[in-house]
């Protein structure tokens, strides 16, 4: 079965620290791949996709093909990144699938 | 640009009944999905649709059922409730078939079973 792991359940990093939320993924058939972010009280929106470089809040991806993972960074973490982040690496259908999820918290 | 409207917010259901939810996409998107999201588990897969036709199902029993209107509107029906069933479930849309679409997502139908 095709499976997209984020092994941290948590992250708490200080304001100010970089933060990295780790992705891994099985199908590596489509070079198309996204972030989802989910703020508290909001819903979920699309926070970063691969080809077109698209980001928001200053996040970047890297794609490392040999590993298949696509880890989650930003240098210098803000409150309101506090958030459920989820990565979504589509399928062999087509269709996003979606990690577990990793819960940030960003403490002053 | 309107996003994806779900509708009813909430919905209450005693064990045993049905329950219908309703998604309306983003104008011009040809694919709706239905997920679960439930605490700690994060998003559970129930159903694609794309043209009418349901490409793709969720391993999710068969009384989780659904469909999508010429319009691209889509339902969500849950026969038999269980008290399992009490969470929020989220509608999707995207342009359609394709790995490079991002999804567009609702706000969520919380179902509450009694």
């Known amino acids: 079965a095709q499976r997209v792991t984020q092994p941290e359940k948590l992250l708490s990093v200080f304001k100010g620290a970089p933060v990295e939320l780790k992705c891994n993924y099985s199908?590596?058939?489509?070079?198309?791949l996204f972030w989802y972010v989910q703020y508290s009280r909001q819903r979920l929106q699309l926070l970063l996709r691969?080809?077109s470089r698209e980001s928001i809040k200053g996040f970047t991806a890297d794609l490392n093909k040999g590993e298949t993972s696509f880890h989650l960074k930003k240098p210098f973490a803000q409150e309101e990144d506090s958030a459920m982040y989820y990565c979504?690496?589509?399928?062999?259908?087509?269709?996003?699938?979606f990690g577990a999820g990793t819960q940030v918290v960003v403490t002053p | 640009e309107a996003g994806v409207t779900q509708s009813p917010t909430h919905l209450i259901k005693t064990r045993g009944q049905q329950a219908t939810l309703r998604c309306s996409p983003i104008?011009?998107?040809?694919?709706v999905y239905w997920y679960q999201q439930a605490l700690g588990l994060g998003l559970q897969f129930l159903l694609w649709?794309?043209?009418?036709?349901?490409?793709n199902r969720g391993n999710f029993p068969p009384r989780f059922s659904g469909r999508q209107f010429p319009n691209y509107s889509s339902e969500l029906n849950v026969n038999a409730l269980e008290l399992e069933d009490s969470t929020l479930y989220l509608c999707?849309?995207?342009?359609?078939?394709?790995?490079?679409?991002?999804?567009?997502f609702g706000d969520g139908t919380r179902l509450s079973i009694l």
């Open positions: 999707a849309s995207s342009l359609g078939v394709g790995s490079n679409q991002p999804q567009h």
């Open positions: 199908y590596s058939g489509s070079p198309e």
């Open positions: 691969h080809i």
């Open positions: 979504a690496p589509p399928d062999s259908w087509g269709k996003l699938q």
């Open positions: 104008s011009g998107h040809t694919s």
């Open positions: 649709y794309d043209e009418g036709e349901e490409r």
